[in-house]
């Protein structure tokens, strides 16, 4: 029993940054139809600052909570400008293109910022100093961490935030209208560049606050680190349906349950035939099964809470 | 014809680079090394070349001779960014450049389709590093390494954890890399041969940081010991989650885990990990303090690789002069025969290419450090 | 001197021009840029294989790899000592991209009713599960040696004669990578001449028309389903055709060979050279082939001239082919050598572009 406990709650944590991940490529996908595959990497960038930022914080002495915001708040800055930056210079010009274009430009960028960070921060892992509470606690048999504790409640206060700004704010119609028909919205007077732009920053933003909740939940981070992350995200936003936040959030806890469930009962279910080396087909097979029966993902509308 | 004169014009130009004169009298002996000279195992492959690179000039600083004439020994190195293909292109480039011998590559997935271009060519090569049993049993007779095999460390691994620490109840994971399977294979082999029960078999990636999911089945099987066939990247995280979990259970794996970072990564958790690597420790080895030294005044400290590498070179060069010729052909036979003591212990090999007396040490993090406990030599 | 003959007395200069070639190459620059060249003709392979899939029907197709790894591990099987069997090629190398194109067939299905950027996935997963079989197929019963891989697969024979050996042929000496060089070159122009004539073929317009409006097409008679899965299964036969030939001419395969990398570093071939168009296609496949290889002498000057390598050539590497993504998209979106069609469809202005860009690739509305 507490090992099942113990992987569902495996499988919480590890969907619950799938979910933050994947709500930055289902906003900007709802509005733009644009898959930003560089968005992992955006994330990666976000641990590394936050790295950046405590190394120094740590050699000023400074204690460990002002640290803590200091660098999240460091982490979000930098992304946000990284997001619009990437929106400005790679896929603005680029709206109005086919759409394989801003894909490639995606792969491109997310290249590039991979390399660049490699120049920066070099090839090898680098810890996370452990500045976040260390304490461990025992739920229903299952052990969790403090860490792994404000993952869940981050996650669930993010996702919130978020529709409460989609739902009710002037920003989160005008993204609303934008992804109905960008055309008619900006006949409707909204300003369509600062909305998109707004997106990426809010997107950045999350990929930030996910990036440094992975490095401090694994205690490392690495270039190559956004690019799985990414996959995997994007793979979740899929799952519930591109495009929609609460698909996002249901998409990325199912694959992390999924992965965890599957990697722990996948030799039962095969009588010991497959294992924990399949556990990644497990979570495709189900991506595959669930899109053949729902084109569209679990969630499927295309775009932001069309209505 | 203005594009032909410019390719010819750009091809003079490349060999010109090519082939520079020698700096020193007599006749150059071109010695290929090759290893990922760039890329994230970039520091192990730059550790390999500079202890090849100390060889080369030590040896050319004593004016050596083979056959009675004046020769001068030059490193060409290249870079295979650890991967298969380039590496098969790169092996044609160093071919091409009329190498005698290679020192390389460095992991199995280079060597093993490399191996096949040096013995076409009729080339010597000595591997310092791959592992892998396969490398030296494709019935090439160009193929050597200085460093146990993984069939060796694994065996070696197995005995350690049954019978000095006493595990009854293990549990294996690997990374799905050729390394990494291989040394977990041959570590099942080996302790189930001895009588232990392995209660549960667990697979992850050479990617992955996430090891909760296998970490749990594993808790569900109460092992004595979890053996992990993999690299550091993967091993910090998955001991530090193991003590999150509330595993207790020793940790042991093979040279991929331990590294210094190792250690960073894993944090206090670290504390009583076990390791092996093939070779004696630095200190141990025969001229071991005295090779520190100098390698470390000229390249800094010493990643890994260094000493094996500097070996192989000398004992390419000890197989020349006595067969007094840098035709392969010639030196080959001559090599196979070879009885040195070098910087990492004694030097023979057997009808395969292996080494004779492979030794492998045993370590253990303690206080932060890893710690020898005790070295196996083959029996 | 008419058209006719022009053109005729061109293909005669081409063709001259790459039968020389490898020797060339081989004497002015040494047997290590033929095997390059060698390299560059199997990803122009693959990438043409790719084409006919993202090209010409539009269908974004990320794990494309699979199918050169499932070329490259069926000929492996079916020529080494893994199981003892050493069949000649000319029966592995057709049946290895049958085989591929059945694997086609088999993601084609389910898939059929996905729109491009969740099909984009499901290939890409497709892809990782291949991959993943490919590694651990070694138990419970070893069929693929796992992360191990194959070795000692055997060189093409034909005859006696071993395209894996040197020989003294006509007086010269000539190596195996320039024996490869004919076979890979004779297998691409086939692989060209299918492009070619698929290109203006019903069938070839059919894929066109699902690529700029599947709705349409389907009203206009076009039977998308069957037109859309002859287009996975072509793809991947040049793909399984592909892994054959580097099989044998690899001696070894092992399952990181065929990883995503590889499929985006396919896609990105195309992209450049000119999606949909034959010649910008290979000259993609060639750019990206030998610019890696070019770079390493940025390597060796930096050694030369500063003593040391300031900045590492494979971080350049990669830094510049993220940089040549993102700067061909912004400036020249079409590729470098284009079709004329593709072309106009990207000058085109005003009105007509809106519309024309509304309904390019997007098969889904």
């Known amino acids: 029993m507490d090992i099942l406990a113990q992987q569902i709650l495996n499988g919480l944590v590890l969907g619950s940054i799938y979910a933050v991940v994947a709500l930055g490529y289902t906003m900007v996908y709802g509005i733009l139809e644009l898959i930003n595959f560089a968005h992992g990497e955006v994330t990666m960038m976000g641990a590394m600052v936050a790295i950046s930022v405590i190394g120094l914080g740590l050699a000023a002495g400074l204690p460990a909570l002002p640290l803590i915001v200091l660098a999240m708040l460091a982490a979000i800055a930098a992304c946000m400008l990284l997001g619009l930056g990437i929106e400005r210079f790679a896929y603005r010009p680029l709206r109005r293109a086919p759409r394989l274009a801003p894909l490639i430009t995606a792969i491109g960028m997310s290249i590039l910022l991979q390399n660049i960070a490699m120049m920066i921060w070099g090839k090898q892992y680098i810890p996370f100093p452990p500045v976040f509470p260390q304490g461990e606690h025992r739920i229903l048999g299952a052990h969790v961490t403090d860490v792994q504790i404000i993952i869940l409640i981050t996650t669930v206060l993010l996702m919130l935030a978020l529709t409460l700004l989609v739902k009710h704010t002037r920003l989160g119609r005008a993204m609303r209208a934008i992804a109905q028909s960008q055309p008619v919205a900006q006949l409707m007077g909204v300003n369509v560049n600062a909305v998109v732009a707004a997106t990426f920053a809010i997107g950045s933003a999350l990929a930030a606050v996910a990036g440094v909740l992975v490095a401090a939940n694994y205690g490392q981070a690495q270039y190559y680190m956004g690019f799985l992350l990414g996959l995997k995200a994007f793979s979740a936003a899929v799952l519930g349906g591109i495009g929609n936040i609460a698909g996002a959030m249901l998409g990325g806890l199912l694959l992390g349950l999924i992965e965890s469930l599957g990697a722990g009962y996948i030799g039962q279910l095969t009588g010991g035939f497959l294992g924990s080396n399949y556990q990644d087909v497990f979570a495709f097979f189900v991506l595959i099964l669930v899109l053949v029966f729902r084109p569209s993902g679990l969630l499927g509308e295309r775009v932001v809470e069309r209505a | 014809m203005k594009a032909l004169s410019l390719a010819v014009c750009a091809a003079l130009f490349l060999t010109g680079c090519g082939h520079k004169a020698s700096d020193q009298g007599g006749d150059v002996v071109k010695i290929g090394l090759a290893a990922p000279l760039t890329g994230p195992q970039a520091q192990l492959g730059q550790d390999m070349a500079n202890g090849a690179r100390l060889a080369v000039d030590e040896i050319n600083a004593g004016h050596p001779q083979i056959g009675g004439k ?310 | 001197m008419n058209a006719r003959k022009r053109a005729w007395l061109a293909a005669l200069a081409l063709g001259l021009g790459l039968a020389v070639l490898p020797f060339a190459l081989d004497g002015l620059l040494g047997p290590y840029w033929v095997r390059v060249l060698d390299f560059a003709l199997l990803y122009a392979m693959l990438a043409l294989g790719l084409n006919i899939v993202v090209g010409y029907a539009g269908l974004l197709d990320l794990g494309y790899i699979a199918f050169y790894g499932v070329g490259a591990y069926l000929y492996a099987l079916l020529a080494s000592p893994q199981f003892g069997i050493h069949w000649p090629f000319w029966a592995t190398l057709p049946l290895g991209a049958a085989l591929a194109a059945l694997f086609g067939i088999l993601l084609g299905t389910p898939t059929l009713r996905l729109r491009g950027d969740y099909l984009a996935i499901v290939t890409l997963g497709f892809g990782e599960i291949i991959r993943i079989f490919l590694n651990n197929l070694d138990a419970p019963v070893n069929i693929t040696n796992g992360p191990q891989g194959i070795t000692a697969i055997d060189a093409v024979h034909i005859g006696g004669f071993s395209l894996g050996r040197r020989h003294e042929l006509l007086g010269m000496s000539v190596p195996s990578t320039v024996l490869y060089y004919y076979l890979f070159l004779i297998c691409m122009l086939v692989v060209v001449f299918i492009s070619l004539r698929l290109e203006n073929s019903r069938i070839g317009r059919a894929w066109v028309a699902i690529r700029e409006d599947e709705v349409a097409a389907e009203a206009m008679g076009v039977p998308t389903r069957n037109i859309k899965l002859l287009a996975f299964a072509m793809g991947a036969s040049f793909g399984g055709l592909a892994g054959g030939l580097f099989a044998s001419f690899q001696g070894f395969v092992s399952p990181e060979s065929f990883n995503l990398m590889e499929s985006i570093m396919i896609l990105c071939m195309i992209v450049l050279g000119g999606m949909g168009h034959i010649p910008g296609v290979i000259l993609g496949a060639v750019l990206l082939t030998v610019l890696p290889e070019a770079l390493r002498y940025v390597g060796d000057l930096q050694r030369h001239v500063l003593g040391r390598v300031v900045v590492d050539p494979a971080d350049l590497r990669m830094l510049l082919f993220g940089l040549a993504l993102v700067l061909m998209m912004r400036f020249r979106p079409a590729g470098l050598w284009p079709s004329r069609r593709r072309q106009r469809e990207f000058s085109a202005t005003g009105d007509v572009a809106e519309q024309e860009q509304a309904s390019l690739f997007d098969a889904r509305r």
């Open chain 2, 70 to 379: 004046p020769v001068t020994f030059r490193l060409l190195a290249e870079d295979d960014q650890a991967d298969p293909k380039t590496a098969t292109n790169v092996a044609q480039r160093l071919v091409d450049d009329g190498v005698a011998a290679v020192i390389g590559h460095m992991n199995s997935g280079t060597t093993i389709p490399a191996s096949r271009i040096y013995y076409q060519a009729g080339i010597a090569q000595i591997s310092p590093s791959a592992t892998a049993v396969k490398y030296t049993h494709q019935g090439f007779d160009t193929a050597f390494r200085v460093m146990a095999n993984d069939a060796q460390q694994g065996t070696v691994l197995g005995d350690f954890a049954v019978k000095t620490l006493g595990a009854h109840r293990i549990a294996i994971i690997d990374d799905r890399t050729a390394y990494g399977q291989g040394l977990a294979d041959q570590f099942e082999r080996t302790v189930k041969a001895l009588g232990a029960d392995v209660v549960d078999r667990e697979y992850t990636t050479d990617h992955s940081t996430d090891f909760m999911a296998i970490l749990t089945n594993i808790k569900a099987k109460k092992p004595d010991l979890v053996f992990f066939g993999g690299m550091d990247p993967q091993a910090g995280p998955m001991i530090r989650q193991m003590r999150q979990l509330g595993i207790s259970a020793k940790f042991l794996g093979g040279d991929g885990v331990r590294t210094p970072q190792f250690i960073t990564l894993a944090g206090p958790a670290a504390e009583g990990a076990y390791a092996s690597t093939p070779g004696l420790p630095i200190g141990k080895m025969p001229k071991g303090p005295e090779f520190q030294a100098k390698y470390t005044a000229k390249y800094g400290p010493i990643q890994q690789y260094a000493p094996y590498a500097y070996d192989a070179v000398y004992v390419l060069a000890g197989a020349m002069e006595k067969a007094g010729s840098a035709d392969p052909k010639t030196f080959l036979p001559v090599l196979r025969q070879t009885d040195y003591q070098g910087v990492t212990g004694p030097i023979r090999f057997d009808a395969n290419g292996d080494l004779t007396q492979g030794a492998i040490t045993l370590y253990q993090v303690q206080k932060g450090a890893w710690v020898p406990l005790q070295t196996f030599q083959k029996h």
